[in-house]
């Protein structure tokens, strides 16, 4: 497998996160976001929408497949390799996880994307303070929300669900790292932070973050 990613981008770091706690090795390839290397001919033969990341493996027939948007890469990963497995086995419990990564996921990443921030700047002539205001506005209060689903809830356990890591914690943990490097407010979310540091223990957590990446600058 070959993965097209960038360090800092909190939705490569999920799927490194799940390529890990799953125990599969890939190749590296690093995209640099801020140098637009994803504008490239190059990657877009890769992916046309010329994001990260991007899951490259082989294909029937000897052709490769190429799988993008993080949600359909880590359930990907997980029906092919069930172990060990980042949903729940029940229904109910399955959808709860993917509503509390889509709260992530969904509602939070796409308002603060690199793609948002430079059309605020560029386009909009927002100021740089600005920008930073809108930045934690989105993930301070979208955090609360999360904080919601999992503060006193009974299927959470030392991870989002439970207490193994699964897909929601692949989802937290990125855009925590995010938040902490925006200087965005945390203190409003105790039961976000615990897991936080829960997954943070981990190495599947810990060796993929951005500064264990190659590409880290």
Request: proline share 6%; glycine share 6%.
């Amino acid at each position: 497998m070959r993965l097209y990613n960038y360090f800092r981008s909190s939705a490569s770091y999920r799927v490194r996160i799940a390529l890990a706690l799953k125990g599969l090795s890939y190749e590296y390839v690093a995209v640099h976001l801020v140098k637009n290397e994803q504008l490239s001919e190059s990657f877009r033969a890769v992916a046309p929408a010329q994001l990260v990341p991007a899951l490259v493996l082989d294909g029937e027939g000897g052709g490769e497949a190429v799988l993008t948007q993080t949600m359909a890469i880590i359930e990907y990963l997980d029906e092919t390799h069930p172990e060990p497995p980042l949903l729940p086995k029940d229904a109910i419990g399955r959808a709860r996880v993917r509503a509390i990564a889509l709260d992530m996921a969904c509602e939070i990443h796409p308002l603060d994307n690199l793609r948002v921030l430079r059309y605020l700047v560029k386009e909009m002539g927002v100021s740089e303070d600005d920008k930073n205001r809108w930045y934690r506005h989105w993930v301070e209060t979208g955090l609360e929300i999360v904080e919601r689903q999992l503060a006193g809830h009974a299927a959470t356990g030392r991870f989002c669900h439970g207490d193994s890591p699964g897909l929601a914690d692949c989802v937290l943990v990125p855009q925590i790292h995010n938040a902490r490097r925006m200087d965005c407010r945390l203190d409003h979310v105790p039961t976000v932070m615990r897991i936080f540091e829960t997954c943070m223990a981990e190495p599947a957590f810990a060796t993929t973050q951005p500064s264990a990446c190659p590409d880290a600058t």
